[in-house]
């Protein structure tokens, strides 16, 4: 079914003050996990040893080379690895939710109103290849206060490190896995959490700086809080996240599909 607005309350909003401890425990914790196991794969990646290095084994290794000024062999570092480092970070996202509609009795796409209709997907696509082509534009007024900088480093950094069976294993993690797992807490959970005590501008506002910020490249930031506001302002305006998810599918998969042809 297509999401269209409506005068029904967000089952999220009405209970924000119910879900906001859980929301921010989770997604700390998440991080703490994935700096964790950061820090384990560093020790695996600097190394002849295989994938099989155990947690405890990893973390000696990292914490030795650190101690003797040592750093990891970067081009060795699987892209396998950054995909097992984004489970406890998307956990982390989707634990609150998964909490919230086992306390509310909601199923996981009413929670969230997880819906879209085939224009949707359409218009959405577009939308976000269309983004993803005005990148340049934005940061070429960009360069002209700052100087010039290379934006696309770490996406064709994780690229180059992608061949064979990488390569879908990059689709899977950027073009399907992270638009939804990123929409449903970011536009399906956060901004309307954040809507409970603000209003719908300000909420579209916090939510797209908390999801660039999130994203640890301050370069990248411009470009994300613009692309935020766009699919933020879909979800307030349609009541559901469908069209934000397929903005946001688009969005990647031109850059992964650019990257990848010119890497």
């Known amino acids: 079914m297509g999401a269209q607005p409506g005068a029904e309350q967000n089952p999220i909003t009405a209970s924000a003050k119910a879900w906001s401890g859980p929301v921010v425990a989770s997604v700390l914790a998440s991080l703490v996990l994935a700096s964790f196991g950061f820090a384990a794969l560093v020790g695996v990646a600097g190394t002849e040893e295989s994938v099989s290095a155990d947690l405890g084994a990893g973390l000696g290794q990292a914490a030795h080379r650190t101690a003797e000024g040592e750093s990891a062999t970067w081009d060795r570092w699987p892209i396998a690895y950054t995909a097992l480092l984004q489970l406890p970070l998307w956990i982390g996202l989707l634990g609150p939710l998964l909490w919230a509609g086992r306390k509310q009795g909601k199923t996981f796409g009413d929670l969230v109103r997880w819906r879209f209709t ?25 360069f002209q206060l700052v100087g010039e900088r290379d934006v696309g480093a770490p996406a064709r ?33 956060l901004q309307p959490l954040l809507h409970a005590w603000m209003p719908s501008w300000a909420a579209v506002g916090a939510a797209s700086a908390v999801f660039a910020a999130f994203h640890f490249q301050a370069l990248q930031f411009p470009a994300l809080f613009v692309f935020a506001l766009v699919v933020g302002g879909w979800a307030i ?19 992964v599909v650019s990257i990848l042809l010119f890497v």
């Open 237 to 255: 305006r349609l009541r559901g996240i469908g069209r934000s998810i397929w903005i946001h599918i688009g969005f990647n998969a031109t850059s």
């Open 118 to 142: 085939p224009r949707d997907v359409l218009f959405g696509m577009a939308t976000g290849i269309g983004l993803q082509l005005a990148v340049p534009l934005l940061y070429f007024l960009i």
């Open 157 to 189: 950094e994780l690229a180059s490190r992608a061949n064979g069976p990488g390569i879908l294993l990059l689709i899977l993690i950027t073009v399907i896995g992270a638009p939804i797992i990123e929409e449903v807490f970011y536009r399906g959970f």
